[in-house]
């Protein structure tokens, strides 16, 4: 991502510890904006920080992954979501990409995959203004 503008990236997870570890890990090439643990409050927080990519987990309390990404992707069409799960299921990548998720990430793999899947959404993002 170097020589670009730094990605604004929202977390959501439910587990605070894991957000620290995310926050960590994307902090050198990403500005992470947000950082929330209940699925309704990841709607509410994209359409008020406007980040280009919010790193979501499928199981949220309030309002599951898979309804937040619906949610977000019609609201903010321009936000791009990574599903960051535990979840190794091929029907639930299907539906996650069917509800608008760009990426698919499993959290075993987040260390390496995460920060590829946030470049290729912003790569891929249509131009915006900041």
Known sequence: MA???RPRVLLADDHPALLKALRRLLQPACDVVGEVTVGTAVVDATQRLMPDVVVLDLAMPELNGLEACCQITNATPQTKVVI???????DVRQRAIEMGAFAFVLKQ?????LPNAIERAV???PARRR
């Open 3 to 5: 020589g670009a503008a």
């Open 84 to 90: 960051l799960t535990a979840t190794d299921d091929p």
């Open 109 to 113: 793999f987040a260390t390496t995959e």
């Open 123 to 125: 790569r891929d993002a």
